[in-house]
């Protein structure tokens, strides 16, 4: 028993099972539950697979800017009618902030409406923007662009902030209303009613070896009921993705469009320190038809600055590396002269929306409505969007909390999950359907033959004269997945080796992030089929998650017998980004909830 222990086997009927079907999940990429029904597993025939229960008026999955918005609001308007109203959130993250990740220059509109005495409450808005910088570069020269009032670019009034502080205050002000929220458990899964309106959700079971049997402390999730479920999981959230299949939320709008943001945090030299200016820059390092942008924030702290980068996802070619190209920006005399004799002391990415108007879903459905990043309401020209995602949390608590009191609608409803439809009215007439309307053609404009050099004149042209009121509206042209071209087709990228003073390499990036999931449990990075990477995706693109994964959770290795590859996951060093489940062209990578605290460990980025 000892040798078996020390083996990692926890009983002899682990050991026996594991060698009865051991063979056959060694062999495979993917053993999550998702993909291997446990109910066809025998290793889970005698397991208890009971849930606990509980009920609630409102659970809200994620505790970002719009579902802490949300939480927030509703418990206002429940003190303020003197109404009992439970409303419970649940958060991923082991603490509140923990895996929020943002430029981040914010506007202020939002909050000012949710909590008009911010400042007086310590709000973590501390670095008004002062000054305005918008640059085109070349691989060697910087050309001025002036910044003038309606401009995206214009931050006047805007603040340069640490978002995770941010909604980590959120969570403060949202505790002190009453809203229960508990941070390292992970929505996995959505609960329905025998109607098919939504019930809840569930959060995922922990304790499953990588081969995807039972560990001797499995625990099952429990199970959260609710009137209605707000999801504001954030950009392509994995429970979302399900609701869109469920109830066909997407068959009256385009395609999501996404981009990857890169950031890192620096401590730079105290005389190069310039609080509150806000830096931006298009061209260089990407070629016309590769959409993307950079920023570099410095805040009134440290003296710290954050600097970051956004890729369209929708790029053609399979070399590209966001993650390098990042690097190789810094280079830039621009940006090394402010980086130059400083340290870098924070790292990590995220995917964003960029579909804007366009991509929006239909956002309630019965049981359960989205709000926030989880449908997509950022501007992209702006490159912000937590103004609209607090605002979009705050009209969907409205919707919910009439919904609710609507005594009519409570007792007629044709479903046990109530259906907050109004929400779709009080977002057509708030300010955030009008700005995303005005910059609906955009990002779509630098989809033509001109490239950046078009998607400039038309933003100049309709959007900073016309305010976007031109009467068609452009498409972004299919699926991001879809837009790359067969390696074939393209050249692979040189890209400079990092110095390790201003440009450093992957892991040594990682590292940076904090992130941590345990080693022995099934790989939350799941593949539809084992086959289709090698067969499909290393044989026409070249393995292009090798490159587009800014984690390095993606590997081409020999296989053992030397005659071709095989795909490595080594899911431990995934940062939640969601970019592989969006760009890989096959389709074929499902990311799902790890165990609930796991990921990046964000400390105010």
Known sequence: MATLMRSGYKTVSHFLSHCKYGRLYSTKITTHYTIHPREQDPRWKDIDMTRYEDVADVVIVGGGPAGLSAACRLKQLANEQEKELRVCLVEKAPEIGGHTLSGACIEPTALNELFPDWKEKGAPLKTPVTEDKFYFLTENKTIPIPVFPGMPMNNHGNYVVRLGNV?????????ELGVEIYPGYAASEVLFHEDGSVKGIATNDVGIYKDGSPKDTFERGMELHAKITIF???????????????????????????????????????????????????????????????????????????????????????????????QRYKHHP??????????????????????????????????????????????????????????????????????????????????????????????????????????????????????????????????????????????????????????????????????????????????????????????????????????HNLAVFDGPEQRFCPAGVYEYVETEDGNGKRLQINAQNCIHCKTCDIKDPSQNINWVCPQGGEGPAYNGM
Not at 302 to 323: A, K
Not at 367 to 392: R, Y
Request: aromatic share 10%.
């Open 167 to 175: 909604v980590r205050w959120l969570g403060q002000q949202a505790e």
């Open 334 to 535: 621009c940006i090394a002269q402010t980086l130059k004799g400083g340290k870098r002391i924070g790292y990590g990415a995220r995917a964003l929306n960029e579909g804007g108007f366009q991509s929006l879903p239909k956002l309630t459905f019965p049981g359960g409505i989205l709000a926030g990043c989880s449908p997509g309401f950022m501007n992209v020209p702006k490159i912000k969007g937590t103004h609209n995602a607090m605002k979009s949390g705050m009209v969907a608590a409205e919707a919910v909390f009439e919904t609710l009191n609507n005594e009519s609608l409570a007792s007629n409803s044709p479903t046990a999950g109530l259906d907050p439809d109004v929400y779709e009215q009080k977002i057509r007439d708030s300010w955030v359907w009008k700005e995303l309307h005005a910059v609906r053609n955009v990002r779509p404009s630098f989809n033509t033959k001109l490239g950046l050099y078009g998607g400039v004149m038309y933003t100049g042209l309709f959007y900073v004269l016309g305010r976007g009121k031109e009467p068609w509206t452009l498409s972004h042209g299919g699926a991001d997945y879809t837009k790359l071209k067969p390696a074939a087709e393209c050249k692979p990228i040189d890209y400079p080796k990092p110095d390790g003073q201003l440009s450093f390499d992957l892991l040594e990036s990682v590292a940076l992030t904090g992130t941590n999931h345990d080693h022995d449990q099934p790989a939350h990075l799941t593949l539809l089929n084992d086959d289709t990477p090698v067969n």
């Open 232 to 326: 504001g999981e954030g950009c392509h959230g994995a429970l979302a993705k399900q609701l869109y299949k469920t109830f066909d939320l997407r068959k009256d709008c385009e395609p999501q469009s996404y981009g990857i943001g890169l950031k890192e945090l620096w401590e730079i030299d105290p005389e190069k320190h310039r609080p509150g200016r806000v830096e931006h820059t298009i061209g260089w390092p990407f070629d016309i038809h590769t959409y993307g942008g950079t920023f570099l924030y410095h805040l009134d702290e440290g003296p710290l600055v954050t600097l970051g980068m956004v890729v369209g996802l929708d790029y053609q070619n399979p070399y590209i590396s966001p993650f390098k190209e990042f």
